[in-house]
């Protein structure tokens, strides 16, 4: 399956259901690997459990939304090995130090080089891809386009990429 989302504050089209989509995924079926690479990146809101509708993820802690950072943290803690590729800039800053404040298992690798026009986060059967920072800007008010493909060879051949340009073929 392959959707392809054009967002933006204009079209009214957002990336939220996706991306929940993806971090639910991830946390009811761990995988080996989960890899977020973004230029800029910001703890943004990515699970809405206000409602308690996914009560049975989260154990006993009271319905309340995620932000990226929290949802990585227990991804990570379900035994999968969360990749952060990204830049080191002051945008990124409060992100990553409440990344490395919540979890010592996410691994964060700082690339200057980093192209701005690259941003994934992939694991399991599943990848989106596009134009779209992980920020607030990137998810509900910039002109984006985002492709997510659920099966298919996408998501493993990019886990094998990453892994070989990020850690030398691991």
Same mark, same amino acid.
């Given at each position: 399956?392959?959707?392809?989302?054009? @967002?933006?504050?204009?079209?009214?089209?957002?990336?939220?259901?996706?991306?929940?989509?993806?971090?639910?995924?991830?946390?009811?079926?761990?995988?080996? =690997?989960l890899w977020l690479v973004s230029p800029w990146i910001t703890d943004v809101q990515v699970l809405d459990n206000s409602d308690g509708a996914y009560d049975s993820?989260?154990?006993? @802690?009271?319905?309340?939304?995620?932000?990226?950072?929290?949802?990585?943290?227990?991804?990570?803690?379900?035994?999968?090995?969360?990749?952060?590729? @990204?830049?080191?800039?002051? =945008?990124?800053?409060?992100?990553?130090?409440?990344?490395?404040?919540?979890?010592?298992?996410?691994?964060?690798?700082?690339?200057?080089?980093?192209?701005? =026009?690259?941003?994934?986060?992939?694991?399991?059967?599943?990848?989106?891809?596009?134009?779209?920072?992980?920020?607030?800007?990137?998810?509900?008010?910039?002109?984006?386009?985002?492709?997510?493909?659920?099966?298919?060879?996408?998501?493993?051949q990019a886990r094998l990429d990453l892994s070989a340009r990020w850690e030398g073929g691991a």
């Amino acid at each position: 399956m392959e959707r392809k989302i054009r @967002t933006g504050e204009h079209t009214g089209v957002k990336v939220d259901s996706v991306l929940a989509a993806a971090m639910l995924a991830a946390l009811i079926a761990p995988d080996n =690997h989960l890899w977020l690479v973004s230029p800029w990146i910001t703890d943004v809101q990515v699970l809405d459990n206000s409602d308690g509708a996914y009560d049975s993820l989260f154990g006993g @802690t009271p319905p309340q939304s995620y932000r990226l950072s929290e949802t990585l943290n227990r991804i990570a803690a379900n035994g999968t090995r969360v990749h952060v590729v @990204t830049r080191a800039v002051p =945008h990124n800053d409060d992100f990553l130090r409440r990344l490395h404040r919540t979890s010592s298992d996410i691994e964060i690798h700082i690339d200057e080089d980093l192209n701005i =026009h690259e941003k994934t986060l992939c694991a399991g059967e599943w990848i989106i891809d596009g134009s779209m920072n992980f920020t607030i800007r990137g998810m509900a008010k910039n002109d984006e386009s985002v492709t997510y493909k659920v099966g298919g060879v996408a998501a493993a051949q990019a886990r094998l990429d990453l892994s070989a340009r990020w850690e030398g073929g691991a």
